[in-house]
C-alpha cells in the first residue's frame, strides 16, 4: 500500500482525528519553518522569554525585527494544506486541531475547533495590566516611532521575525502599554515559557476523546507538542505523522508520510470525496 492509500485508510479507521500541526504546515504560505529534516535549527534558536523581559536590548532586538517581518506573515494565505483540514474538519473527521504555529492561518481557512498551543502573534498583552491589543495597531507605532527602520530591507524568518544580522539596535525606540506605561508581548508562548496549564487541560481532553492522532508538518522536537505524542501512545492510540524529515514521535508512529503537507493533504481530501468549498 502507497502513501496515500495509507493515509486515506488511517483517517477513514479513525474518524475522530485530533490533528496536531506545526510550522511545516505553513511553509507553502511562505512562511520559513525553523528546523531542518534531522530535526536540527535551522538558524539561531528564537529569543527566549527570559531574555525578552529581562533584557531592554533583547526587546530591542526583537521589536526591530518584527517591524520587518510582520507585514509579510499579516499578508500570508492559507494553503492547500490549511484548506483541506477545514475541510476535513466540516466533513466531520477532525475532533480537534491542535497548532503550535501562531499564524492563524487555520482559522483563516475556515477551522473552527481549533486550540492555538502557543497563542497567537496578531495580538498583544500587556505584562503589567494584561490589557490585549492588536498587534497591526501596533505596528503603526512602531512605524511612527522608527521612521529610519521602516525603510530597511530583510529577509523574512519565521513567526513574523526577520533577519537582520549585525545590525545595530541601540536607536530602536520600542512603545510602552498606552494603558499603563507597562511591557508589551506578543501574545504568544515564547521559548522558556509554559503553555497556560488551562489550555494543556483543553487539548489533553479532547485528545481523551479522540480515536487517534494526525500529525502535520512538526518534529515534535518541543516537548510542548511532543507531550501530546507521548500521551496519544500511552493510551493507546495510533499516531500517523505526515512529516519531510524526522520528528521525535517516530519509534511511536503506526504510519508516516514523508511529502509536503499540502500534497499529502489536497491528495487526501481528493480520495475521501470532500468537496473544499471554504
Not at 105 to 125: C, N
Not at 148 to 159: G, L
Not at 173 to 194: A, I, Q, S, T, Y
Request: aromatic share 6%; with cysteine.
Amino acid at each position: 500500500m502507497d502513501d496515500a492509500a495509507a493515509l486515506h485508510r488511517f483517517v477513514e479507521d479513525h474518524r475522530r482525528l485530533f490533528v496536531l500541526t506545526g510550522a511545516g504546515c505553513s511553509t507553502a504560505s511562505g512562511i520559513p519553518d525553523y528546523r531542518d529534516a534531522d530535526g536540527a535549527w535551522k538558524r539561531t534558536p528564537p529569543v527566549t522569554w527570559q531574555a525578552f523581559m529581562r533584557d531592554p536590548a533583547t526587546r530591542r532586538r526583537y521589536w526591530a525585527r518584527s517591524l520587518l517581518g510582520w507585514p509579510m506573515l499579516a499578508q500570508a494565505r492559507p494553503n492547500a494544506a490549511h484548506t483541506a483540514l477545514a475541510a476535513l474538519e466540516h466533513a466531520g473527521r477532525v475532533h480537534c486541531l491542535l497548532t503550535q504555529n501562531v499564524d492563524r492561518l487555520h482559522q483563516r481557512a475556515g477551522s473552527t475547533r481549533v486550540i492555538d498551543l502557543h497563542g497567537r502573534i496578531d495580538r498583544l498583552r500587556c505584562t503589567g495590566c494584561h490589557a490585549e491589543s492588536s498587534r497591526a495597531d501596533f505596528q503603526q507605532r512602531l512605524r511612527q516611532r522608527n521612521p529610519r527602520w521602516s525603510r530597511r530591507e530583510a529577509a523574512m524568518a519565521p513567526d513574523g521575525d526577520a533577519d537582520l544580522d549585525g545590525a545595530d539596535f541601540t536607536d530602536f525606540d520600542v512603545p510602552d502599554c498606552p494603558r499603563c506605561g507597562g511591557l508589551l508581548k506578543p501574545d504568544v508562548v515564547f521559548f522558556g515559557e509554559n503553555v497556560p496549564q488551562q489550555r494543556v487541560d483543553t487539548a489533553m481532553q479532547a485528545l481523551a476523546e479522540s480515536d487517534a492522532l494526525l500529525v502535520v508538518g512538526s518534529s515534535l522536537m518541543v516537548w510542548s507538542g511532543y507531550r501530546f505524542a507521548r500521551a496519544a501512545a500511552d493510551a493507546g492510540l495510533p499516531i500517523a505523522a505526515i512529516n519531510l524529515g524526522r520528528t521525535r514521535a517516530d519509534p511511536l508512529l503506526c504510519l508516516k508520510v514523508e511529502q509536503p503537507c499540502d500534497a499529502a493533504l489536497a491528495r487526501l481530501v481528493a480520495q475521501t470525496s470532500i468537496t473544499v468549498s471554504l
